[in-house]
């Protein structure tokens, strides 16, 4: 039996690839370095990436796959039982119809594994127990080499890259955004009288399952007056659907009116903050975005492991934290969130500046 500690040496090079990673949109982000280097070391393949509609738009065209297969999760959930279980498995018949030769498992969930089993594909490469969770090993026939301490999930991704091609060299694949939503992006800065890559762009929202790791509004507040006075720069704020509480909070507060950006799809959204000079926010799929789109990131970490939720190492990031003897955690019910308010604009604003000075030296 193939243990799970050896390398893939001997196995044929393979010509047809699911890599999966179904979600969320910052997961899939994170991945794609991982999956430009599955393409550098298999150029010739046919490579499809299974995701879930809700994540794919930030993904569509991205040029290393030569496709998506979209997971029809939101047309599911508005299925009754008695359709959705047919058309779960007409989706399945169309993954077998496929026949890949190669499953990379980049999710290493309970659904990710029965995905890559039900594809009927023979090999399927996966993570671990140490890193795999919900029986998703029970599904994979291969397994990269365990790990002893925590990891950044790009550094994670990462290894599964490099169990094909131990040389292989993490670089940064950017997003695919096309050059009608950089052009809107442009024409609205225009119109403002703000330059490209002259704002600081502000995301104070997150996912509604992400709001405990949230800063508070009125503290995003303070830091835009900040930036607009002390540093005399444009200020951006970025928002999603279901978000526009927490915008109308900061500007109830501020003193300095931000420009508020209009209602975007995530590509526009991602445009706006590659036109920018810094990102600024805390553990969302955005942050992830700037870190592809070349935008230094300033990030604000409450509950969040700074290790394990790191921006990509190649974009300058600063990560702003508190040392409180609770966090890392995971406890979305707490009452307290004092790793958050700990967190003051002044020590935002200390490693803005160090961003910017960076940059200026550069």
């Given at each position: 039996?193939?243990?799970?500690?050896?390398?893939a040496?001997s196995?044929?090079?393979?010509?047809?690839?699911?890599?999966i990673?179904?979600?969320?949109?910052?997961?899939a982000?994170r991945?794609?370095?991982?999956?430009?280097?599955?393409?550098?070391?298999?150029?010739?393949?046919?490579?499809?990436?299974?995701?879930e509609?809700r994540?794919?738009?930030?993904?569509t065209d991205?040029?290393?796959?030569?496709?998506?297969?979209?997971?029809?999760?939101?047309?599911w959930?508005?299925?009754?039982?008695?359709?959705?279980?047919?058309?779960?498995?007409?989706f399945?018949?169309?993954?077998?119809?496929?026949?890949?030769d190669?499953?990379?498992?980049?999710?290493?969930?309970?659904?990710?594994?029965?995905?890559?089993?039900?594809?009927?594909?023979?090999?399927r490469?996966g993570?671990?127990?140490?890193i795999?969770?919900?029986w998703?090993?029970?599904?994979?026939?291969?397994k990269?080499?365990a790990?002893?301490?925590?990891?950044?999930?790009?550094?994670?991704?990462?290894?599964m890259?490099r169990?094909?091609?131990?040389?292989?060299?993490?670089v940064?694949?950017?997003l695919?955004?096309?050059?009608?939503?950089?052009?809107?992006?442009?024409?609205?800065l225009?119109?403002?009288?703000?330059?490209?890559?002259s704002?600081?762009?502000l995301?104070?929202?997150?996912?509604?399952?992400?709001?405990?790791?949230?800063?508070?509004?009125?503290?995003?507040?303070?830091?835009?007056?900040?930036?607009q006075?002390?540093?005399?720069?444009p200020v951006?704020?970025?928002?999603?659907p279901?978000e526009?509480?927490?915008v109308?909070?900061l500007?109830?507060?501020?003193?300095?009116a931000?420009?508020?950006?209009?209602?975007?799809?995530m590509?526009?959204?991602?445009?706006?903050?590659?036109?920018?000079r810094?990102?600024?926010?805390?553990?969302t799929?955005?942050?992830?975005?700037?870190?592809?789109?070349?935008t230094?990131?300033?990030?604000i970490?409450?509950p969040?492991?700074?290790i394990?939720?790191?921006?990509?190492?190649?974009t300058?990031?600063r990560?702003?934290?508190?040392?409180?003897?609770?966090?890392?955690?995971?406890n979305?019910?707490?009452?307290?969130?004092?790793c958050?308010?700990?967190?003051t604009?002044?020590?935002?604003?200390?490693?803005?500046k160090?961003?910017?000075?960076?940059?200026?030296q550069?």
């Open positions: 039996m193939k243990k799970e500690t050896e390398p040496l196995t044929a090079v393979p010509e047809k690839i699911l890599v990673r179904l979600s969320a949109i910052g997961d982000v991945t794609a370095p991982a999956v430009y280097a599955v393409r550098k070391t298999f150029p010739d393949a046919v490579i499809h990436w299974l995701v509609d994540c794919a738009d930030i993904l991205f040029p290393v796959v030569d496709g998506l297969k979209l997971v029809p999760r939101r047309i959930k508005k299925m009754g039982i008695l359709k959705r279980i047919p058309s779960f498995f007409r399945i018949g169309e993954l077998r119809r496929e026949k890949y190669l499953v990379v498992d980049f999710h290493g969930i309970l659904k990710s594994g029965l995905y890559g089993r039900l594809s009927a594909c023979k090999r490469v993570y671990p127990k140490d795999a969770k919900e998703n090993t029970l599904f994979t026939n291969e990269i080499p790990v002893s301490s925590p990891l950044s999930r790009y550094t994670r991704n990462f290894l890259a169990y094909f091609d131990v040389d292989v060299k993490e940064n694949p950017g695919p955004i096309s050059s009608d939503d950089k052009q809107m992006a442009q024409e609205f225009t119109k403002y009288g703000i330059g490209l890559q704002a600081v762009f995301y104070p929202g997150t996912s509604a399952r992400g709001r405990y790791k949230r800063w508070a509004p009125e503290n995003y507040a303070k830091l835009s007056d900040m930036i006075l002390k540093l005399q720069m951006l704020i970025g928002w999603g279901g526009e509480g927490i109308d909070q500007m109830e507060s501020a003193s300095e931000p420009v508020i950006l209009p209602t975007t799809t590509k526009e959204l991602a445009a706006f903050i590659g036109a920018s810094v990102f600024i926010g805390g553990d799929g955005p942050m992830h975005i700037a870190s592809l789109m070349g230094p990131v300033v990030t970490f409450g969040s492991d700074p394990v939720n790191e921006p990509a190492r190649f300058p990031f990560i702003v934290t508190a040392t409180v003897d609770c966090s890392p955690c995971r979305k019910k707490c009452n307290h969130l004092k958050l308010t700990a967190v604009p002044d020590m935002v604003m200390d490693s803005l160090a961003v910017l000075s960076e940059q200026n550069g």
